[in-house]
């Protein structure tokens, strides 16, 4: 009695998935088996783009094609990946998406785990929305991902559930468009929901899963996420999660159309550049460069509290009512 659950995004769709594996079956001692992304941001891996198998050691084969993260896994430095600190604390097994294959690669690793595993139910999990997105979206900004995972879940041949859980939280598409896009309702999260991540959400940086979170506890108001200030209204709709058609979704997903018959990264990369404009991967090598080149700089406490204070007072002007990380414990500006 196995389920699949792929987190579209990999990062924080990683965390989330494991909060409705809990809250949808709540099966202590048979945990969902979780395909992810190691593709942490540079907030956690210095190197840009998603990691494969060969930059860890300690990853243990499920399949020819999949190996799964154990605890004592560890990224060869200097990446750095969340997933060993995830599979310590979560009682599930996390699987490794490796992308580099492009989306024949990825659709090769799920037939494998869908033969080896049997699974009894598979889901697609995306949080936010962005999965949703023509490709054309002026605030798009983490199309590849998604795109990939969706692309690989159509060429499939067994039901795949798609779930989209906390509708635009990602800022990646305007809420009334996602919120127009979604099918039934299929759970809304509470704060025991909440519970069994609870440990992960005191040190995970995803924001998107964290505010998830936050409006399952309750938590309302506007919360500003991301270098660029993005504001992200925290509504009653924060914590739902609905089904979504897959096809449907891929023929609204352009860029995941044309990568459908992909057989490397790098070719999906190209097309994203073709239907998005850009690679984000483009843009994490380019801020990766522009960091190494930053001289080292000594933090004075008394100066960067009172930046703080200084950054606290402006955005409260803008509207502003949650800090970017305490809505996890419901800090309030």
Request: proline fraction near 8%; glycine fraction near 8%.
């Amino acid at each position: 009695m196995t389920r699949l659950i792929v987190a579209a995004g990999g990062w924080g769709d990683a965390v989330a998935a494991a909060m409705l594996d809990a809250s949808l079956y709540g099966n202590e001692d048979n945990r969902a088996v979780i395909l992810t992304y190691a593709w942490d941001r540079l907030l956690v891996d210095p190197l840009p783009g998603p990691r494969g198998p060969s930059d860890f050691t300690g990853l243990e084969p499920l399949t020819p094609a999949v190996w799964s993260v154990p605890a004592d896994a560890r990224p060869i430095a200097p990446a750095g990946s969340t997933l060993p600190r995830l599979a310590a604390e979560l009682p599930h097994t996390f699987a490794l998406i490796d992308p580099h294959r492009g989306v024949e690669g990825v659709t090769r690793q799920l037939k494998q785990l869908v033969s080896h595993l049997e699974p009894t139910s598979i889901d697609l999990v995306d949080v936010g929305g962005d999965i949703l997105a023509r490709g054309d979206e002026p605030t798009l900004k983490s199309p590849l991902a998604d795109a990939l995972a969706l692309a690989a879940c159509f060429q499939v041949n067994a039901p795949i559930r798609l779930l989209v859980a906390g509708p635009g939280l990602d800022g990646e598409l305007p809420l009334d468009e996602v919120r127009g896009l979604l099918g039934p309702l299929v759970h809304t999260f509470t704060a025991k929901d909440t519970e069994p991540v609870s440990s992960v959400l005191e040190w995970h940086p995803s924001e998107a899963t964290g505010m998830l979170a936050a409006t399952a506890r309750g938590v309302r108001g506007v919360c500003e996420v991301r270098d660029a200030g993005l504001s992200i209204p925290l509504t009653d709709g924060g914590p739902t999660v609905h089904e979504v058609n897959l096809d449907e979704a891929l023929s609204r997903n352009e860029l995941a159309r044309v990568i459908l018959s992909t057989t490397s990264l790098d070719e999906v990369e190209a097309r994203s550049r073709e239907v998005c404009g850009y690679s984000e991967i483009d843009y994490e090598r380019n801020k990766a460069a522009w960091l190494k080149d930053q001289p080292a700089v000594k933090l004075d406490p008394g100066i960067v509290l009172s930046q703080l204070d200084d950054f606290e007072h402006d955005a409260r002007s803008r509207g502003v009512t949650q800090k970017p990380y305490s809505y996890r414990s419901r800090g309030r500006f």
